[in-house]
């Protein structure tokens, strides 16, 4: 079954920089676009980030553009996004996600539980 695990969020002040990590497991990512997403509170989840499966191609949310990079290792099976220039409005749940399909935009199939991020002023 597969399974995505995110980590690397925490608590941050305002101009910082966090790095969050994304692992899958029972599937090989080789085939997959992936993604994320993030969730404020009282707020609908918002897509802020995806790369096609062989990791050539690349599309930002306006909000995270120039700040945030999407990368991936397919043999490590991983996902990254480097955040920098963190504000407070960049506090929410971070979510990992496979799609269905290789290319950007997914169809995203499976989904990870989320890491916190927070962004103190």
């Known amino acids: 079954q597969p399974q995505l695990e995110e980590s690397g969020g925490g608590l941050v002040q305002s101009g910082g920089s966090l790095r969050l990590s994304c692992v899958g497991s029972g599937f090989l990512l080789d085939y997959y676009a992936m993604g994320w997403f993030r969730q404020a509170p009282g707020k609908e989840r918002e897509a802020i980030a995806c790369m096609n499966n062989a990791g050539t191609t690349t599309n930002y949310a306006d909000s995270v553009k120039g700040r945030f990079t999407i990368s991936r290792d397919n043999v490590k099976r991983m996902v990254y996004l480097q955040m920098n220039s963190l504000n407070p409005e960049d506090t929410a749940v971070y979510f990992c996600?496979?799609?269905?399909?290789?290319?950007?935009?997914?169809?995203?199939?499976?989904w990870g539980r989320g890491t916190q991020v927070t962004v103190s002023s």
């Open positions: 996600a496979a799609s269905s399909t290789p290319r950007c935009p997914g169809a995203w199939a499976t």
